[in-house]
């Protein structure tokens, strides 16, 4: 129940496209998504976050859609660029809980 | 930029020494982390701490020892490394249930 599953484990886009990233929780107690970005050599950094009283956040051309029924959320990342390419982990946490990563994507944008 | 520092960055050191891995943060964040990360694949934690004199295994048993004397310091300690300790370790702090703060990370090779 603590687990956070996402998808895909890789992802290939044309630079100038829509990359998705897909998470799925089951642990209802969660009241915080976060989405970080990796680059290589470096550690993860927060790039956009949301709390269940909201579908939908948008910061540039990076935006979270969350659907609390499914329970589920994922990051578009709009006009990918080739700077974009790194790994993308989200998560969930709560007052009650450590926070709880997903396995990681890595998102390569070709120029 | 968050002020969470780690030494060293990179370590080569043989099978059997002793090493410890420094991360200190100036945000005064009662919350820190030891992660450990092969490169571009999942994050998995090792031990936690909530406040000075409190720690806790994390999800990925670990060989290694960690200490919370003073708030801004979490060394963590391997008192005989193996080749299998090779890997990079991410040090993380936060508060509240809110944004981690990663630090670069240590890049250990045992030989």
């Known amino acids: 129940q603590q687990q956070v599953k996402q998808s895909p484990q890789s992802l290939i886009v044309q630079k100038g496209g829509i990359s998705i990233i897909n998470c799925a929780y089951e642990n209802t107690a969660f009241d915080y998504f976060p989405w970080y970005q990796q680059f290589p050599g470096k550690g993860p950094a927060l790039l956009i976050a949301i709390r269940p009283d909201v579908s939908e956040k948008k910061e540039g051309r990076f935006t979270i859609s969350f659907n609390k029924s499914a329970k589920q959320f994922s990051l578009h990342i709009m006009d990918s660029q080739p700077g974009d390419s790194a790994t993308y982990f989200c998560?969930?946490?709560?007052?009650?809980?450590?926070?709880?990563f997903g396995s990681g994507t890595r998102l390569s944008i070709r120029p | 930029e968050a002020d969470i520092y780690q030494t060293p960055r990179y370590l080569v050191i043989g099978t059997g020494k002793k090493i410890t891995l420094e991360c200190s943060q100036t945000m005064g964040h009662d919350k820190m982390y030891w992660y450990q990360q092969d490169p571009g694949m999942e994050l998995h934690l090792i031990h936690y701490?909530?406040?000075?004199?409190?720690?806790e295994k994390g999800d990925l048993s670990s060989e290694s020892t960690v200490s919370r004397i003073r708030t801004e310091h979490f060394p963590l300690t391997l008192e005989s490394a193996r080749p299998s300790h090779t890997s990079q370790y991410l040090c993380?702090?936060?508060?509240?249930?809110?944004?981690?703060?990663f630090g670069p990370g240590t890049r250990l090779t045992v030989l």
């Open positions: 701490s909530y406040g000075v004199n409190s720690t």
């Open positions: 993380a702090s936060g508060q509240g249930t809110d944004t981690q703060y």
């Open positions: 998560a969930a946490n709560s007052s009650a809980s450590k926070i709880i």
